[in-house]
């Protein structure tokens, strides 16, 4: 076993894993218990505050990014070509993932094995802001489901709600996303390609990456 005696940075050090795009690597930086919003700072590769949850919202999933990943021309080509548009442009962060578990995992910045069985093709302003939604791998109850119509719609609409409605500000009626495709596994795989190589091209040369 090859022993890594430095911390790996959680975007850029840790492999997606060999069996993408069925089964990838996650980074979680928050959990559902959390009151706090937390991510990665890009530059250090810690976990850091972002910001108190304004509101009651509750992220009801792990939740967090796919290593190696990036939202940049090929995310965004893909969006503009699914929605008919033309403005889209991908929000420079790499790829967002739920993933659906039935244990309570209580702290976040950890790595968790997950088998994509979908998303939400989500638009922040005019930026594309994929959520991939997954399972974790070995679970005893959600890893049977293999794509996303294997889930209970209310369960899907709960991730949903939340994504519509926690950057929303109380007294504002103008909403700030929109979710304009929930897909199945078979386009979540085609995102999660498009990333990977939005990565390669962004940042392969830079880091010196071994590909």
């Known amino acids: 076993m090859k022993v890594q005696l430095n911390k790996a940075h959680?975007?850029?050090?840790?492999s997606i894993g060999d069996k993408c795009p069925d089964i990838i690597t996650s980074f979680i930086e928050m959990v559902p218990a959390d009151h706090v919003k937390y991510e990665i700072?890009?530059?250090s590769g810690y976990r850091k505050v972002d910001r108190p949850q304004k509101f009651s919202n509750i992220i009801p999933a792990l939740?967090?990014?796919?290593?190696?990943?990036?939202?940049?021309?090929?995310?965004a080509e893909r969006a503009n070509k699914r929605t008919g548009r033309t403005d889209i442009i991908g929000d420079c962060?790499?790829?967002?993932?739920c993933v659906l578990t039935e244990r309570n995992i209580t702290s976040g910045d950890i790595i968790v094995?997950?088998?994509?069985?979908?998303?939400?093709?989500?638009?922040?302003k005019n930026e594309?802001?994929?959520?991939i939604i997954a399972v974790m791998a070995k679970d005893e109850i959600y890893s049977?489901?293999?794509d996303i119509l294997d889930c209970p719609e209310p369960l899907i609409n709960r991730l949903k709600h939340y994504f519509l409605t926690y950057k929303n500000i109380p007294g504002e009626s103008s909403a700030i996303v929109e979710i304009t495709e929930t897909y199945?596994?078979?386009?979540?795989?085609?995102?999660?390609r498009r990333s990977i190589k939005d990565y390669e091209i962004s940042f392969k040369s830079h880091l010196n990456l071994g590909m």
């Open 10 to 14: 959680p975007w850029h050090g840790i």
């Open 41 to 43: 700072d890009k530059a």
């Open 63 to 75: 939740y967090g990014f796919v290593p190696q990943t990036y939202c940049g021309n090929l995310v």
């Open 93 to 97: 962060d790499p790829l967002d993932i």
């Open 113 to 124: 094995e997950a088998i994509p069985i979908g998303g939400f093709r989500m638009i922040d």
């Open 128 to 131: 594309a802001d994929d959520k």
């Open 144 to 146: 049977q489901w293999r």
């Open 184 to 192: 199945g596994r078979d386009e979540a795989h085609e995102v999660i």
